[in-house]
């Protein structure tokens, strides 16, 4: 099956800061979503984005489809964008999840 | 407002007791999902419906049972065959008429004594 692996498995940053996220794919996709999950376990839908680039205030996306990647973007970090960020990707029925980037924003 | 209600939120059974997790959505969907998280882990899928009346197992089915006798309600049921039932449960619901987000419920933290 499709393989998914995000780096770095760790993020701390300074408040203020900006980080980039990334999400490497084994096989083409036309399903890919971002999701944060924040420290009580709630899951919410970043982007979804098979391929392009999207902006979302100070989150952004792009995937790269050819190349079997997507990078999410933090710009200017608050505290509370700490949580897990999961990259998922697939076909329309069926994600398959990342083991996740945990960032730290310190204040 | 519109959502996916998952209940309990925690719960506590013995070992070789079946445990049925509830998972309601309002937000017209025709998807449902259940997926199952371990610590530092991402979510792997046990079960998902399309439609009323039909689902179809994911990568670790074995040990969990579902029905979907409604649009609205996908419930899950941890049998007493599943052998590691201790994790966190996510439901989650999508519409197939547009790009397949989806939109989770707050989850069902299961531990079994």
């Known amino acids: 099956g499709i393989q998914v692996e995000q780096s770095p498995p760790d993020l701390i940053l300074q408040e203020g800061a900006n980080s980039t996220l990334r999400c490497n794919f084994s096989?083409?996709?036309?399903?890919l979503q971002w999701f944060h999950q924040n420290p009580w376990g709630q899951l919410i839908n970043l982007f979804y984005?098979?391929?392009g680039t999207k902006q979302n205030g100070r989150l952004s996306a792009t995937t790269v489809a050819t190349e079997r990647y997507s990078l999410l973007y933090i710009s200017s970090s608050q505290t509370t964008d700490s949580g897990v960020y999961f990259c998922?990707?697939?076909?329309?029925?069926?994600?398959?999840f990342g083991t996740g980037t945990r960032l730290l924003v310190s204040p | 407002d519109g959502g996916i209600t998952q209940s309990p939120k925690y719960l506590f059974r013995k070992e070789g007791q079946n445990v049925t997790l509830s998972c309601e959505q309002n937000l017209n969907h025709d998807a449902m999902y259940w997926y199952r998280q371990d610590p530092g882990q991402g979510l792997r899928l046990i079960y998902y419906s399309q439609i009323v009346n039909d689902f179809q197992k994911g990568d670790i089915a074995e040990g969990y049972s579902v029905s979907r006798e409604k649009k609205e309600s996908f419930p899950l049921t941890v049998t007493s065959a599943q052998k590691n039932p201790t994790a966190f449960y996510l439901c989650a619901s999508q519409t197939r008429q547009n790009t397949g987000e989806l939109f989770f419920g707050e989850g069902s933290r299961l531990t079994v004594l």
């Open positions: 096989d083409s996709v036309n399903n």
């Open positions: 998922a990707v697939g076909s329309f029925q069926k994600l398959v």
């Open positions: 984005i098979p391929s």
